[in-house]
């Protein structure tokens, strides 16, 4: 008689921890990364998928990036289409926006150590 497959299923937090998922998590996220897992891990109690395929099953499942969105082309002849995002950002607003991502001096005067002047970085 063959063994339910629910008990050879590999624990959710076992699966987390394999070390193969580890860019896809610093890729995507561990949230994103768990909800295929747990999808995986639920065709495996179903018997769809071996134990030992479960890896690989969530490897193949992940998606390229975070978002579904893709580049594309304006090609509609209107600078900025609705459906289409907003204007393009420059270079210089790219590079802003990375440093600002990060932790950044906003309000602080790195001289004295005290409270500087709000928007002193900010360029118009």
Do not use: F, Q, W, Y
């Amino acid at each position: 008689m063959d063994e339910d497959p629910r008990r050879r299923t590999p624990r959710t937090d076992a699966v987390l921890a394999d070390v193969r998922l580890v860019p896809g998590i610093d890729r995507l996220g561990t949230a994103l990364v768990k909800r295929v897992v747990l999808a995986v891990l639920d065709r495996c109690r179903l018997g769809e998928v071996g134990p030992d395929d479960v890896v690989p099953e969530v490897l193949a499942a992940l998606p390229r990036c975070a978002t579904s969105m893709r580049e594309v082309l304006n090609a509609t002849g209107v600078v900025v289409h609705t459906n289409l995002g907003r204007a393009p950002l420059s270079r210089a607003a790219v590079e802003a926006l990375s440093v600002a991502a990060g932790a950044t001096d906003v309000e602080l005067d790195l001289d004295s150590g005290r409270r500087g002047p709000r928007g002193r970085g900010a360029l118009a």
